[in-house]
């Protein structure tokens, strides 16, 4: 590909551009940005932008949570009602991603996006800024710079869009804040902060907050086959079961992996008020999504389809399984298991 520096048509910092080789399908109208604020991203070309201006911090955020969550790379396409698959793939060619990328990110409209996006709490905000200096931190103790090396005593962008802030200004309204709280300890260098380092209170309102997030949270981790012959079970049967009783069904898309849990998968787990665990196909990540599940005390709903239920592994077959017949008595069954152990979410009604 070929690279170019411009400006980023989200936030407009000085970015590194890439285009589709000569020849290859849509080369003219859709580019990667590599973005110090908003990180790695693909857009088509998108007229009435500038209408929108006000609210970009919003998507520039949005695009740091789906890289966060691993949905990679967010993929901006003005009216993508009416992308297919065959034209994702076109997009891909000269590129290293492929259709079988892990959590290869679909479509998404950015008119819609906008509309759709709300601005958090200032108590949101500041969460949102400490879980991601956490992840940053190696251990307790460790000192985190907050200087951007590539701009000229400038703090980094990229915690702007983590932390869902407008503006330089804004973080630098969190961070002094978070300081004052003594949620952090801050090394005063002028004109900004060159580092922070998490206290313990800091810590244990990280912890406490893991918690108190998990019992409010609407979010249901699903761990399923994703294969194609069981798309329809989630579209028609797992996601309107989870949707009727007031909470939203995650799926994650990617590939087979055989001894360790994916860092992202284990944080959305963490954030998930329950798992539903469908064991049809035999898949071993569903058996370690689980496991890793019940070792941290969040409650599954196990389900297989019958003609698969002789396969289960024979320490797991004493526990109750949602033996299901078809996608129906599925969606069905979940329903009544769901508002039987959860209830209705709250104002869901």
Known sequence: MDKEISKCPICGEVVNISRPVAGSNNATTFKYYECPRCGIFRMMDWTGIDQYRESLFLVSAWIREQSRMQ??????????????????????????????????????????????LTIPSV???????????????????????????????????DLIAKSWCKNE??????????????????????????????????????????????KDSKKVFVAMWF?????STYNEAIAPATKEAGYVSFRVDRVEYIDKIDDKIIANIRS????????????NSVYYETGFAQGLGIPVILCVRKKDAKCLSFDTRQYNYIIWEDKKDLKGRLIDRIKALFGQYPGSD
């Not at 967010?74 to 259709?99: A, E, H, K, W, Y």
């Not at 108590?123 to 200096?133: F, H």
């Not at 300081?179 to 922070?196: M, Q």
Request: with cysteine; hydrophobic share 35%; charged share 25%.
């Open 272 to 283: 998930s008020k329950f798992l539903i665990a469908d064991f049809s196909g035999q898949r």
């Open 71 to 116: 949905f990679y790379p967010p993929f901006l396409v003005p009216d993508c009602d009416g992308f297919t698959n065959d034209m994702l793939r076109n997009t891909l060619q000269g590129s290293s991603l492929s259709m079988e990328t892990p959590y290869l990110a679909k479509p998404t409209d950015p008119v819609g996006l906008v509309k759709s």
């Open 123 to 157: 108590t949101e905000k500041q969460l949102k800024l400490m879980q991601s200096l956490e992840k940053g931190t190696k251990y307790p103790g460790m000192r985190i710079s907050l200087i951007d090396t590539a701009s000229k005593n400038g703090i980094r962008r």
């Open 227 to 231: 294969h194609e012959s069981m798309d």
């Open 169 to 214: 200004e804004e973080l630098h309204f969190y961070i002094e804040s978070l300081g004052k709280r003594g949620l952090l300890e801050i090394s005063p260098t002028v004109p900004i902060p060159s580092a922070v380092l998490i206290t313990a209170k800091g810590w244990d309102f990280l912890e406490t907050n893991r918690h108190k997030n998990r």
